[in-house]
């Protein structure tokens, strides 16, 4: 069966210091995995897919990379609009798509 | 271009009643996918299908009945709902390198 395992489950940060979240997984044949941002009372926000072994994808001051046993989202220099609930996937052969229970993040002024 | 969108957005059920939720997607996306979410629990995959006509078990799949008639639409039916139900579906749609997600159906039964 599919795993995703997200640490920490909260991540209470200042305004400028960076941070990584992580998410460890074990899939039967990966095709991708996604990172996903999350806001109260909202649906996920889709941020990157990652393919393969050391692909890293950035966006503003998050960057997402890969080994084959876990994802690292790494946080730079975080900003108070930063806090959300993040979220990991990963999609196996047969095009499931499970998902880890989140690092939620709070970034004080 | 609406993306993905959810009918409806809440929802108050008896138990024992029966209700179907609408996932719309106007991307030409392939996959699509029904999730509930709890707290504490994360996203849970109910069903989910890869094309049009087909549909496939998650994790979570009892109590819960899907179609894919058309590709653009993906039907979650709940045949008799219990307290047990009472969460947030969220729908969501992609291709092999994205996925987008609705804005969620909070559903209560009492």
């Known amino acids: 069966e599919d795993q995703v395992t997200q640490s920490p489950e909260a991540l209470r940060l200042q305004e400028g210091e960076s941070s990584s979240l992580n998410c460890s997984y074990t899939v039967s044949g990966l095709r991708g995995l996604f990172w996903y941002r999350q806001d109260p009372g909202k649906g996920p926000e889709f941020l990157f897919t990652l393919y393969s072994a050391g692909e890293e994808k950035e966006k503003e001051r998050l960057k997402a990379t890969l080994t084959k046993k876990e994802s690292f989202l790494h946080i730079t220099a975080p900003k108070p609009e930063d806090s959300a609930t993040y979220l990991c996937a990963v999609q196996a052969n047969d095009y499931k798509l499970s998902f880890g229970a989140g690092t939620t993040v709070t970034v004080r002024a | 271009n609406a993306g993905v969108t959810q009918t409806p957005k809440f929802r108050v059920l008896k138990t024992g009643q029966s209700m179907t939720l609408l996932c719309a997607q106007d991307m030409n996306h392939e996959y699509m996918y029904w999730y509930r979410q709890d707290p504490g629990m994360g996203l849970r995959l109910i069903h989910y299908?890869?094309?049009?006509?087909?549909?496939a078990k998650g994790e979570v799949p009892d109590g819960y009945n899907v179609s894919r008639l058309k590709k653009q639409n993906f039907l979650l039916g709940l045949e008799s709902a219990a307290p047990s139900q009472t969460s947030v579906y969220f729908c969501?749609?992609?291709?092999?390198?994205?996925?987008?997600f609705g804005p969620g159906t909070r559903l209560t039964v009492l």
């Open positions: 299908s890869v094309g049009e006509g087909t549909t």
């Open positions: 969501a749609s992609g291709s092999y390198n994205e996925q987008f």
